[in-house]
């Protein structure tokens, strides 16, 4: 094995378009039938570490033309800001023609029982994949799949997010990947970061302010109804709430400690 530092060739693929279907921002792509590509590598070198563990033919090639690959892309948005009934919209699209999706998500994300995406407007559907942080993805587990879609994306490991490349360029099909950018201390996530550099878009899902009508930027805290900074970055079922935040609120809730009146529906975010 002469190259245990071989690094990812990121490969362009064909471009995809927004519409409005089911009236909110949602993801529709026209894919043909994913074709077998085999034998393509995305890899320089003989083998990495990861893609020993997949199986991966990792020679070196000459790359595929442009516009000849699926895509990786990643949908981020701040809490509230509907990423989930987005994806569930793009799964739905895809069942109406009678592709097959693969919709994945974080174990540890138990909101609404461990197999379940559910958005807080109600609509929801099994998880296909539970991810840990040290899954490993069969490729043949994706034999006959038109799409894969990840849900709380900001929670998998840096490990998922390369595998997910691999799959969108040597498997040619899109990966959509929804969540969160930052933590209520504006810092990145693993997996959002992981995603910042790797994917081939990134495209904000926009919410406005909770406490104004500007565009959401952050998610800010509370502890007891108290703008907070203080925590672990993710705790489930805590009572602490999230809200969608400008940049100035942001910082002006902060510096104030204004109380915030309890939500409905509780937040889970980071």
């Keep these: 094995m002469r190259n245990r530092k071989s690094f990812f060739t990121t490969l362009l693929g064909r471009s995809c378009h927004e519409n409005a279907k089911f009236g909110i921002e949602s993801e529709w792509m026209d894919w043909q039938i994913p074709k077998a590509r085999g034998g393509i590598c995305i890899f320089h070198g003989e083998h990495s570490e990861l893609g020993e ?65 559910k958005s807080r407007a109600g609509l929801e559907r099994p998880a296909d994949i539970l991810l840990e942080s040290a899954t490993i993805l069969s490729l043949d587990r994706f034999t006959g799949v038109s799409c894969v879609l990840v849900d709380e994306a900001q929670f998998v ?51 406005t302010c909770f406490f104004c009508n500007s565009r959401a930027l952050f998610n800010l805290k509370l502890l007891n109804g108290e703008p907070t900074i203080e925590g672990p970055s993710i705790e489930l079922g805590a009572e602490e709430k999230y809200l969608p935040s400008c940049a100035a609120c942001y910082s002006e809730r902060l510096r104030t400690k204004e109380r915030v009146a309890p939500l409905a529906t509780p937040h889970r975010a980071a």
Excluded at 193 to 202: F, H, Q, S, V, Y
């Design 53 to 117: 563990k997949l199986g991966l033919c990792v020679q070196s090639r000459e790359p595929l033309a442009w516009g000849s690959m699926a895509k990786l892309y990643f949908r981020y948005g701040t809490v509230g800001s509907a990423k989930t009934l987005n994806l569930l919209a793009v799964a739905h699209a895809y069942s109406q023609q009678q592709k097959q999706v693969l919709v994945m998500k974080p174990s540890l994300d138990t909101r609404f029982g461990a197999g379940v995406v």
């Design 157 to 207: 490991s840096r490990s998922i997010v390369d595998q997910l490349r691999i799959i969108a360029t040597q498997l040619d099909i899109p990966v959509i990947c929804y969540g969160l950018r930052s933590d209520f201390r504006t810092e990145l996530f693993e997996g959002s970061r992981r995603l910042l550099e790797l994917a081939d878009e990134i495209t904000e899902i926009k919410t």
